[in-house]
Nanobody, 128 residues
Framework: QVHVVESGGGSVQAGGSLRLSCEIS????????????LGWFRQAPGKPREGVAA???????TSTDSVLGRFTISKDNAKNTLYLQMNSLKPEDTAMYYC??????????????????WGQGTQVSVSS
């Protein structure tokens, strides 16, 4: 039914940039536009999963404080694609990054209130 596929991860040196993409199929953003939240989460080995950034159907964006000024979440409704532009990467950004979608608008600190669909993840590794 609904498929969420991330891409764009890789290995970069500190200070570098990456742009993650998330293609969501099965539902277009317009069909899902009444109420939804799209977001990026990450999890480093041995650490809990954390929300990174999110944007909902009302266009409201939130993010975790640690990425403010460095990461930007955006979406292209026509392409059913979510993006995460990551600049000034730090070693502590190293993690598996997951794209997620949920049917309810609203997020806080980069965490969607409800998540129903998850991608497989894409690895981001930042070396010093």
């Amino acid at each position: 039914q609904v498929h969420v596929v991330e891409s764009g991860g890789g290995s970069v040196q500190a200070g570098g940039s990456l742009r993650l993409s998330c293609e969501i199929s099965g539902y277009t953003f317009s069909r899902y536009s009444y109420s939804y939240c799209l977001g990026w989460f990450r999890q480093a080995p041995g650490k809990p999963r954390e929300g990174v950034a999110a944007v909902d159907s009302d266009g409201i964006r939130t993010s975790t404080d640690s990425v403010l000024g460095r990461f930007t979440i955006s979406k292209d409704n026509a392409k059913n694609t979510l993006y995460l532009q990551m600049n000034s990467l730090k070693p502590e950004d190293t993690a598996m990054y997951y794209c997620a979608a949920g049917p309810v608008a609203g997020s806080s600190g980069g965490v969607c209130r409800t998540v129903s669909y998850w991608g497989q993840g894409t690895q981001v590794s930042v070396s010093s």
